[in-house]
């Protein structure tokens, strides 16, 4: 019994076709309605991100990928290596997700932690520092992750495209999985400011 091994482009395609039955919506141009902190409306993106100076190549890697799948991505910075402060970028891209700028948000740093911790400070986040296929996976179905947070320098370039390919296409399983994300959200209200 002889089998083919799927071809790089072979998963790419798929993970665009699951992704577009997924969400059709997100691949529609559409505005995000006006904020009380914006003057005007932006356009709605697939995917906001963000990094670090650790993690700005990995990025610009990342934000290319996505373009060439068809993604409309947001690119909150930062634009060089020059060093900055990672919290500023995982806030901005946790705000994009939370009120309608984005689908979903990628923060990338030196190891992803501190984005994490960053982004989950923002209410209605659920930001998952994920290091291979299975976490960004599971993080996906069972948690509803909505903002997935890297460590450039712990994974390597392709490697973080397919943890990338395999976060986006997995749908979120609700079901039992949707009682545990509801007390999530009830802590977060519990100590939420009013």
């Not at 309605?33 to 670090?52: C, E, I, K, N, Y």
């Not at 994009?96 to 740093?109: E, F, N, T």
């Not at 984005?115 to 996976?137: F, H």
């Not at 370039?157 to 959200?185: E, N, Y």
Request: charged content about 20%; some cysteine; proline content about 5%.
């Amino acid at each position: 019994m002889t089998s083919t091994v799927p071809t790089e482009q072979d998963v790419r395609s798929l993970v665009t076709a699951v992704v577009a039955a997924v969400a059709p919506e997100t691949h529609e141009a559409r505005q995000a309605p006006p904020r009380s902190d914006q003057t005007q409306a932006v356009p709605l993106a697939d995917v906001a991100m963000g990094a670090d100076h650790g993690g700005y190549r990995l990025k610009e890697r990342i934000a290319a990928d996505l373009r060439k799948h068809g993604f409309t991505v947001h690119d909150c910075g930062t634009d060089s290596a020059q060093s900055v402060d990672y919290p500023d970028f995982a806030h901005t891209v946790a705000r994009l997700v939370v009120h309608g700028g984005a689908r979903w948000g990628i923060v990338v740093d030196g190891a992803g932690i501190g984005s994490a911790i960053a982004a989950n400070k923002v209410p209605g986040v659920r930001a998952a520092p994920c290091w291979d296929i299975s976490s960004a996976r599971s993080s996906r179905e069972h948690n509803h992750a909505n903002v997935l947070a890297l460590g450039a320098g712990l994974i390597g370039d392709f490697l973080a495209l397919q943890i990338v390919q395999a976060w986006l296409s997995t749908p979120w399983g609700g079901d039992r999985h949707a009682r545990r994300v509801d007390k999530i959200t009830e802590i977060e209200r519990q100590y939420a400011r009013t």
